[in-house]
């Protein structure tokens, strides 16, 4: 039990840092500090990724590669392309904290110590999950409506072959109503803590790319039915 108050103070501590580097502003720590938290996981999750696609190296990774002969390495201009959209994308992403922001303050978010208990976070973790899948699942359907598909969703399945970075390659609409509100309008609904919020926005950044990188790597999940959905 001790041990557990002593990583819970350290932890109060370190969040206590963390708004201490905004400047202790609320705005500062939502627009700034969330922007920041998706803009640099997106980065980090992609940047092995796009090394093992532009190079096509280290070569013994391609015996996990889902379309073996597809895509090693990928055409550079093709390659460039598809960082520029995609980046383009993540900087929506930040726009649209901006955007929300004032709707966040409106359902109680908060970012003030002390961080909340493990068990609230695992519920708002839960309630960020379903709402993401339901939200996703249907602008997804909607996004494949014949009317609607060639003007914005074929753009994605150009990507036949997927490649992680290809997670981001969308059509701005698309990008903002399926691939970044579902992941806001969880919390948003729950008035959830901003930290809460980054742990979220770092895993979900990770599974979207996981699921576009065309590799099965053992131990982590199989990115083959999303890799499917894009074959066909
Ligand atoms: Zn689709
Ligand atoms: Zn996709």
């Known amino acids: 039990m001790d041990y557990i108050n002593?990583?819970?103070a350290y932890l109060n501590l370190q969040w206590s840092s963390v708004l201490h580097l905004f400047g202790n502003e609320k705005k500062?720590?939502?627009?700034?500090?969330?922007?920041l938290v998706l803009f640099l996981s997106f980065c980090a999750v992609n940047s092995f990724f796009m090394f093992l696609d532009f190079t096509g190296k280290p070569k013994f990774l391609h015996k996990y590669k889902?379309?073996?002969d597809k895509n090693i390495p990928v055409e550079p201009a093709r390659f460039l392309h598809c960082c520029k959209v995609a980046f383009r994308n993540e900087l929506l992403s930040c726009g649209m904290v901006l955007f929300l922001y004032p709707v966040m303050q409106c359902t109680g978010m908060t970012c003030q110590a002390p961080l909340p208990p493990i068990w609230e976070g695992f519920l708002h973790?839960?309630?960020f999950v379903l709402v993401d899948e339901f939200i996703f699942y249907y602008s997804?359907?909607?996004?494949?409506?014949p009317f609607i598909?060639?003007?914005?969703?074929k753009m994605h399945h150009e990507w036949i072959a997927?490649?992680?970075i290809a997670a981001s390659y969308a059509h701005p609409i698309e990008h903002i109503v399926s691939n970044a509100l579902p992941l806001l309008v969880g919390p948003i609904l729950m008035g959830s803590h901003?930290?809460?919020v980054w742990i979220w926005l770092v895993i979900a950044q990770f599974e979207t790319c996981l699921h576009h990188c065309n590799y099965h790597f053992p131990v982590m999940s199989s990115p083959q039915f999303h890799d499917y959905h894009h074959v066909k």
Not at 28 to 35: A, E, L, Q, Y
Not at 140 to 145: I, V
Not at 149 to 153: A, L, M, Q, T
Request: net charge positive.
């Open 6 to 8: 002593q990583a819970t």
């Open 28 to 35: 500062n720590v939502f627009v700034i500090g969330t922007s």
């Open 66 to 68: 889902i379309q073996k």
């Open 125 to 127: 973790f839960v309630a």
């Open 140 to 145: 997804h359907r909607l996004f494949h409506h």
């Open 149 to 153: 598909y060639k003007h914005i969703h």
């Open 162 to 164: 997927p490649i992680s």
């Open 194 to 196: 901003i930290a809460v």
